[in-house]
């Protein structure tokens, strides 16, 4: 492998590490952090599992 396609490698890692850290701090942590003040706002497996086949009690 050249350095080139070594250092685009790299770079496109780096980026994907950003993108990941970027959704973590700004999506998953506040998410967690509502569900632990409020756990009311859990979903049961089986409501989770509807969600995302895009199923749910008000279109059956």
Do not use: C, H, Y
């Not at 509502?34 to 706002?41: E, G, H, Q």
């Amino acid at each position: 492998m050249e350095q080139n396609q070594i250092d685009s490698l790299r770079v496109a890692s780096e980026a994907q590490e950003r993108v990941i850290e970027t959704w973590l701090r700004d999506e998953v942590v506040p998410a967690m952090e509502a569900l632990i003040a409020d756990p009311s706002r859990a979903l049961s497996i089986d409501e989770a599992r509807d969600r995302l086949l895009g199923r749910s009690k008000f279109n059956a």
